[in-house]
């Protein structure tokens, strides 16, 4: 009898918070039309840029297979043994041919591949990329050492060393390092600020979109958030918003060196646009300043864009951060984002380097197949299922206990460089993948020790 | 065929309006309508009523961006029909995986609130005021997952970021415009 009444009052209790779901969704409709029509446009541009890099692809891989016909079919000549000698040599000068047309066109197809990356990551909403903070990944407890001096991120850090106890050390900071720790990222949910102002003021800040740039290489730049601004220490850690007050107004003296100069973006008044290091920061390339007209703007960078394709190896991605030297550090994460710990010791994030640099991309598809087979291996049914494309979930599972079962032990884990580029790795122990520009397969005993490195204890499944 | 001259065409009642939305919105609408039904089928049907009620409704109605409003007769269709049939039990489309994450949205509750009714508008009002002060993308995002029903890889893809980053962005949303509902005093 308890039973039943209890599984009424759970019944009555879920059906109430199903109402109040579905009163959520429906207030949705009534939001404004431009927010509206602000998220279906960039639906459509996103559907778009799909298409036309399936479309890149394809093209791509009928080359490849054109190619490869052209190479079988010479091979099968040779082996007929007939036109050895004079054709051979004209065979060997087709086969230069076609490596220097592969040259080509391998070349043609990076051109294309950062531009779609560059148009892809280009516009932007002016006015709320510069109220509120672009990523708003909280910290753990604040970070101390908020100095008043006019180089911020240079104080040093309170807590444990680097390299004593990995893994574990509190969230009082990590080894002193030239990124900026000392202002705590706070979950920014009230920001109502007015436009960014910068010292020529009116172009940029009152422009409608921001646009980003690249400097010819695999770097996209944005214009800073103020998110960024409180990191970076250009606004003090409690403001709440920017005000022409608290604007940080660049000068000639906050110029550093030359980066470069802007080769791609969608704004073209960008292009040919100086890009400089900020002098208080000069070896971070996460940060820089652009000069236009006279005027100067921050702009910052997450990182490297690398394009993600089944089968590439992870060694790209170590290459491109120079990894794992540059790494300061490795900040962690359970699920639900809530921070754990953060890892400065060199030697876990060599171990998990080299455990990463032979292996290659399973691709996104083989890693899902990987959840849906773990449900099938654990319980013998496909109540869960992958079609290639979706998942599906029978009447009789429960969505948040299956999520709960696959992602349990996961961790979230953002890498820090010492050029200030910030990215994401996630390792899923229940799949045995690490996700981070693609998806790595790891092995039973690479699971056995990343879980020492990231505090997961007994991650063996039923 | 642009939005103004097909909108021309309901208000002159010419049935070609309907054939010009097909063509310049009916894929569109499918896909939107098929993330909350799951159903290539009941889809089609669901589209069908949405041309219908467009029809029914311009005239007097004079939309400026006509995708938006038939998006939101296609949305609104769609939901009634997904609670018709699936009222006592979930189905598998992106629309109720994402509803059962919007519980994540919904502020402890605080006394009788069974009894109580909320007003859609002020409802709608606070969430539109909370989405205001996020940044585009994370705004963007969760329109994208809980108004779209896109899924998590889809939503991913508005921005090039990886699924991992967008799970933890709407998460993070979520918990943020929870907090925002009780700080403003809403009880669902």
Known sequence: MRNENRRQEGGKKRSERQKSVETISDALELLEDTMLTEAMQKRQAAEKEGQRENAVKQSRQEQRTGAKAEEEKDSRKRERGKGKGKKEKGEYRKGRKGWKAWQVYGGMAACVTLLVAALRFAPAVWSSRQDTPRDSVPRTTPEQGTSSDSVPGTTPEQGTSSGSVAGTTPEQGTSSDSVPEMIPEQESSQDTTPPEQTEAGAGESESQEAYGFTMGNDIVYFPISFDERRRFGLVKSDAIGLTPENTYQITEEDLGEVMGSVQESADAGLIGCTVYHFAAFPDLDAICILEREGSYSFYTADGIWLPEEPGQSFERVITAYGMPESVVKLEVEDREGNPLFTITDQADVTALCTMLSGKTDIGMQANNERYARLWKDTYGNEEVSYDGESFFYSDQVDYDAVHAFWHAKQRVIWVTTERGFRFLMQYNPAVRTMECYGYYDLTEEEVAELNVIFGVDGASYP | ?188
């Open chain 2, 1 to 188: 065929m642009q939005d103004q001259e097909i909108v021309l065409l309901y208000w002159q009642r010419k049935e070609t309006a309907i054939q010009e939305t097909e063509q310049k919105y009916g894929h569109y609408l499918t896909t939107l309508v098929y993330n909350i039904l799951g159903d290539m089928e009941d889809s089609k049907e669901s589209v069908n009523d949405t041309y219908l009620k467009a029809w029914n409704s311009i005239p007097p109605q004079k939309p400026a961006v006509l995708l938006t409003y038939l998006a939101k007769l296609a949305r609104r269709t769609a939901i009634d029909r997904f609670r018709r049939k699936h009222r006592e039990k979930r189905r598998a489309s992106e629309y109720a995986i994402s509803l059962s994450e919007l519980e994540d949205c919904v502020p402890d509750g605080r006394g009788n609130t069974t009894e109580q009714e909320l007003e859609g508008h002020l409802l709608a009002e606070a969430i539109g005021a909370y989405l205001k002060t996020l940044p585009e993308e994370a705004r963007i995002t969760f329109l994208g997952r809980y108004y779209f029903a896109d899924s998590i890889r889809q939503v991913a893809a508005y921005y090039g970021m990886s699924e991992a980053k967008a799970k933890s962005l709407l998460y993070r949303t979520r918990i943020g415009l929870r907090a925002y509902l009780e700080q403003e005093g809403f009880e669902l």
